[in-house]
């Protein structure tokens, strides 16, 4: 069964506004990462969140992580045609090596 | 620098036949890993390597096989195609939790 699950597994906004993805969790991890996918191509990091920590910005993105409910979400701020794409979230879990993708959320920004 | 590169790009294989995907990585990771994608099922992972010489076993091991001779290259080997493996299959490799991923290789298996 998948660690994490993205929902919405999918989202439809105009440009300029803010998507809100989510991704739940079932064990206790290291740290928690997003990727994102356009159509096509291989997976590119995008940031990743430690078990310490509860909130981390890059640029547009803005990730939250709450351990105890076992969940994160993603914003991206003022969003442009060019974020369409599928956001995966990716779980490291404690103690372990290997990361868990979930099945991913596709976004897709109309101009 | 051309970080994860994957061979071939596109294959279409008959049932039973057999296969060897290569990933080479020029940023010298230790780590390496196969996955394959299918629609709604994001990605699992089929085999990985800590370092040279060394393998494992990831959520999908079976019809399967790897080898890391050298640092930078990791091979998957599919041994007797069938259907079922019909996916895309990306490489990634690493230092530590981030991943960089190849631009992968979508096979069919007729």
């Known amino acids: 069964s998948q660690q994490g699950e993205e929902d919405p597994q999918a989202l439809s906004i105009q440009e300029g506004e803010n998507a809100t993805m989510n991704c739940s969790y079932k064990?206790?991890?290291?740290?928690l990462q997003w990727y994102r996918q356009n159509s096509g191509r291989g997976l590119v990091h995008l940031i990743l969140?430690?078990?310490?920590?509860r909130e981390k910005h890059s640029g547009r993105l803005r990730v939250t992580l709450d351990t105890s409910k076992k969940s994160s979400s993603l914003l991206i701020t003022a969003s442009r045609a060019a974020d369409t794409a599928s956001y995966f979230c990716?779980?490291?879990?404690?103690?372990?090596?290997?990361?868990?993708f979930g099945a991913g959320t596709r976004l897709f920004v109309k101009a | 620098n051309a970080g994860v590169t994957q061979t071939p790009k596109f294959r279409v294989l008959k049932t039973g036949q057999s296969m060897t995907l290569l990933c080479a990585q020029d940023?010298?990771?230790?780590?390496m890993y196969w996955y394959r994608q299918d629609p709604g099922m994001g990605l699992r992972l089929i085999h990985y390597?800590?370092?040279?010489?060394?393998?494992a076993k990831g959520e999908v091991p079976d019809g399967y096989n790897v080898s890391r001779l050298k640092k930078q290259n990791f091979l998957l080997g599919l041994e007797s195609a069938a259907p079922s493996q019909t996916s895309v299959y990306f490489c990634?490799?690493?230092?530590?939790?981030?991943?960089?991923f190849g631009p992968g290789t979508r096979l069919t298996v007729t």
């Open positions: 990634a490799s690493s230092y530590s939790f981030e991943q960089y």
């Open positions: 064990t206790s991890i290291n740290n």
């Open positions: 390597s800590v370092g040279e010489g060394t393998t």
């Open positions: 990716a779980t490291a879990v404690t103690g372990g090596f290997k990361t868990i």
């Open positions: 940023m010298n990771h230790e780590y």
């Open positions: 969140i430690r078990s310490n920590e």
